[in-house]
């Protein structure tokens, strides 16, 4: 059936290593996001794409990277630039193009650092 | 810059009783709002979405208002059950499109038996 997938749901990474978060999506959706949930916060935009082989920066793109070769992946990197990487990380999806259009979200990756 | 505010982190109501979450914004003017719901763990999942020219929208028990005046949306649970407990985030949209989805810390909703 379709949806989000991210994988993994739990993962551990040593300080200075990079690190990679899986989100495959097979709504045939145009747009898709990354955002970051910190305890007690809402979710921080980190990096969108509307298409692809583009992706746009958002609010906490810093430490970050993402790609976007296939439409149904969107892949996203935590480098060792990420200063506070330990977080829970989302992956959504959406159309383009259409008004009021909701945002479909995946089961979400914990991250932490040890 | 852009603000959010929802009502307080958590309320506890009893079953059986009517939930009200407010979300108030600020420096903007959403033509938009949506209201997900997040339980423990796991990704949000959209419930409803009200327009600026939308004073009320309703479905099933849940009903949100919209005052672009007061720049504030109410989110109301009625006749509420245990299961309705979860985080409910508010997330006024101003371009349109989820790209520009701006999302509230949510308030945590316990609805005691």
């Known amino acids: 059936d379709g949806g989000i997938t991210q994988s993994p749901k739990y993962l551990f990474r040593k300080e200075g290593q990079n690190v990679t978060l899986s989100c495959e999506q097979n709504l045939n959706h145009d747009a898709m996001y990354w955002y970051r949930q910190d305890p007690g916060q809402g979710l921080r935009l980190i990096y969108y794409?509307?298409?692809?082989?583009?992706?746009q920066k958002g609010d906490i793109a810093e430490g970050y990277s993402v790609s976007r070769e296939k439409k149904e992946s969107f892949p996203l990197t935590v480098t060792s630039a990420q200063k506070n990487p330990t977080a829970f990380y989302l992956c959504?999806?959406?159309?383009?193009?259409?008004?009021?259009?909701?945002?479909?979200f995946g089961q979400g990756t914990r991250l932490t650092v040890v | 810059s852009q603000k959010i505010e929802q009502n307080s982190e958590a309320l506890n109501i009893q079953e059986g009783k009517t939930a009200t979450l407010t979300c108030n914004y600020t420096n903007y003017s959403p033509a938009y709002l949506q209201w997900y719901r997040q339980d423990p763990g796991r990704g949000p999942v959209f419930l409803l979405l009200i327009r600026e020219n939308e004073k009320e929208k309703r479905k099933e028990r849940l009903k949100v208002t919209f005052d672009t005046t007061l720049k504030q949306s109410l989110f109301h649970i009625t006749a509420s059950q245990p299961a309705d407990s979860a985080t409910y985030l508010c997330a006024p949209d101003a371009s349109g499109s989820a790209r520009q989805l701006t999302f509230g810390s949510g308030t945590q909703l316990t609805v005691l038996p």
């Open positions: 959504a999806s959406s159309i383009v193009g259409t008004p009021n259009t909701e945002a479909f």
């Open positions: 794409s509307q298409i692809v082989n583009d992706f």
